[in-house]
């Protein structure tokens, strides 16, 4: 599940793509199988980059004119030159860093002009409503410091070198899942109707059905968990 669309990307064959804040290593998965494109995605968790490096060595799918590789790094301070790669996604990292700010100058210090940077943050109705229910979700290490609201966010970007290209929302039918789990904090681990909406969830995730994904796209604009934004370094 890719909450940043490499179709809007548009990666070129033989450009460099970075995915800062990689996680498990989804969205390079994602760009891998797309283009030829050397990958990168780098995260500050030892244990999720470790994660997956595994994951891509079960994916076990290889070729020479492609890479993908992962590294260890703080994202207000990326080891990389300036102008170093076509594309930067960035997909639910922002709202984990008080100095965002940091990280949005970096990433445009290591994009080449005319770059894309993507990125993803909470849609700010579902998240407050998290907050609203819970506030150990607040407090969690490592969790959310903040509420983006769209035009702040969209704001910050912008004035650090951007350009704006487009907006798209998406995961509305995993709000409620987020919400039921605030709801039930501390007893989440052993709700019936929250491992019931997961399996759900999976099964959307497989099947794809038509109802599904047009309940989830008339939900979009009200409770979409994620906000996705396109820029172009100018």
């Known amino acids: 599940m890719q ?54 060595e079960e994916f076990n799918e290889n ?5 993908c590789s992962f590294g ?3 994202a207000r301070k990326l080891p990389f030159s300036d102008n170093s790669f076509d594309y930067v996604i960035c997909s639910e990292v922002l709202e984990h860093i008080i100095e965002f700010e940091e990280v949005i100058s970096e990433i445009n210090r ?14 700010f109705f579902p998240e407050w409503i998290c907050w609203k ?3 150990a979700y607040q407090e ?24 704006f290209k487009k ?11 987020w919400w039921l789990q605030c709801l039930l904090w501390d007893t989440k681990e052993k709700s019936y109707i929250i491992k019931k909406y997961h399996d759900f969830l999976v099964w959307d995730m497989m099947k794809k059905p038509f109802l599904t994904k047009m309940l989830e796209f008339i ?5 979409a968990k994620s906000v996705v934004a396109y820029f172009k370094k100018k």
Request: net charge positive; proline share 6%; glycine share 10%.
């Open 3 to 56: 909450t940043i669309n490499i179709n809007y990307i548009n990666p070129k064959k033989g450009a460099k793509l970075l995915d800062l804040g990689c996680g498990e290593g989804r969205h390079c998965f994602g760009a891998y199988m797309h283009s030829d494109l050397d990958v990168f995605g780098f995260d500050m968790s030892k244990e999720d980059v470790q994660k997956a490096l595994n994951n891509f």
């Open 63 to 67: 070729s020479p004119s492609k890479s």
């Open 72 to 74: 260890v790094t703080d």
């Open 110 to 123: 290591i994009l080449k002009p005319g770059g894309t940077f993507a990125a993803s943050v909470p849609k």
């Open 133 to 135: 229910l819970s506030k």
């Open 140 to 163: 969690m290490p490592g969790g959310h410091v903040r509420i983006f609201k769209y035009k702040d966010f969209k704001k910050s970007i912008l004035d650090r070198g951007f350009s």
């Open 167 to 177: 907006r798209h929302w998406n995961h509305a039918l995993h709000s409620p899942y």
């Open 219 to 223: 939900l979009q604009p009200i409770i």
